[in-house]
């Protein structure tokens, strides 16, 4: 689903604890710099992504680069076999790279009575997550020269480390899970999930003061209507 000039949503579906749902990873191109992939998916992927990508004209090879808003599972799940199948570069925001390395475990992790409802492969997915190796790290505010201009915006909340994009030439935004979104209309990050809520309101905030013409969340999709004050009367909640 091409939403902009170089964006393009890839809606896939799978089943999350809470039953079905989308998940809009994303990929961002030009033609000089090729394919940018943002965010993997759940394990088991890779081939959906791929499909996906030939309904649009491209394919897997086409991915050059793999940009990881943060290291939860439905964002890194088909990291390592991406990186396997495209030899693709894998960048991330500093605060997340000794998670999506498995150097550290990860940030959230299961309580005991979750870990009691959920299967033998489930189970194995936290205790050995999805990793890969980083080969550069995105600093806040760090202009990548591809689609003429993608801006690094730390949006650290949902987790320590959580960055998101803006697309510059198209006033996008693709802000992984540093909010949401549900028909045309952005929400909040989902609270349970959320690690620490304020700063992820400050991070709202932040992102409120960019020139957004649209904002694409990895759970619910595309808002192109209002979004820069959407953003802004969702920053000025109190965080409770
Ligand atoms: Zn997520």
Known sequence: MKISDHVYALPLDTIMGSGPSVLFVSLIVDDVH??????????????????????????LSDIKRVIITHHDLD??????AIVEATGARVMTSGGEVPYVQGDLPGQ??????????????MLAVFDN??????????????????AGGVRVVYTPGHTVGHMSLFVEADGVVISGDALGSHDGTLTLPWPQGTADMPEALRSIAKLAQLPAKAVLAYHGGLVNENATQQLQALAAQPSA
């Open 75 to 80: 964002h890194i799940g088909s990291l390592p």
């Open 108 to 121: 959230k992790q299961p309580t005991p009575e979750m870990r009691a409802g959920m299967s033998p492969q």
């Open 34 to 59: 090729g394919a940018t992939l943002v965010d993997t998916g759940v394990p088991g992927m890779k081939d959906k992504i791929g499909a996906a990508m030939e309904n649009i004209g491209m394919s």
């Open 129 to 146: 997550p999805p990793k890969a190796k980083v080969d550069q790290v995105l600093q806040d505010g760090e202009r990548l020269d591809i």
